[in-house]
């Protein structure tokens, strides 16, 4: 699995699968790091907005390490920068209005 869009789909099917969002974003950002030592070496670049019931009662910390758990396999080769932002339904509904 190399291509952006397999690598954005195995990131939608991992995180849907272990955290059931009811928001889901995945921005492959790679192309703004071309030539950095990561992207030299396959790892991608993505940024992931995500919401979940599974984040209610935990801290940023605790939701990072959700997140990077689901992905874990992937941080291996296919992923080498992921930025997160994690919240719960109630924390998105708020921040959009």
Same mark, same amino acid.
């Given at each position: 699995? =190399?291509?952006? =869009?397999?690598?954005?789909?195995?990131?939608?099917?991992?995180?849907?699968?272990?955290? /059931?969002?009811?928001?889901?974003?995945? #921005?492959?950002?790679?192309?703004?790091? %071309?030539? /950095?030592?990561?992207?030299?070496?396959?790892?991608?670049? *993505? /940024?992931?907005? %995500?919401?979940? =019931?599974? *984040?209610?009662?935990?801290?940023?910390?605790?939701?990072?390490?959700?997140?990077?758990?689901?992905? +874990?396999?992937?941080?291996? /080769? !296919? %992923?080498?920068?992921? +930025?997160?932002?994690? *919240?719960?339904? !109630? #924390? *998105?509904? +708020?921040?959009?209005?």
């Amino acid at each position: 699995m =190399n291509t952006e =869009n397999d690598r954005v789909g195995m990131i939608r099917e991992y995180l849907t699968t272990a955290l /059931h969002p009811t928001h889901l974003e995945i #921005e492959d950002e790679s192309h703004k790091h %071309i030539g /950095h030592a990561g992207a030299r070496q396959g790892g991608g670049h *993505f /940024h992931v907005s %995500i919401v979940s =019931n599974s *984040f209610t009662g935990k801290k940023a910390l605790e939701r990072h390490r959700m997140v990077y758990a689901c992905l +874990s396999d992937a941080m291996r /080769h !296919e %992923i080498h920068a992921l +930025s997160i932002k994690a *919240f719960t339904p !109630e #924390e *998105f509904n +708020s921040s959009e209005e």
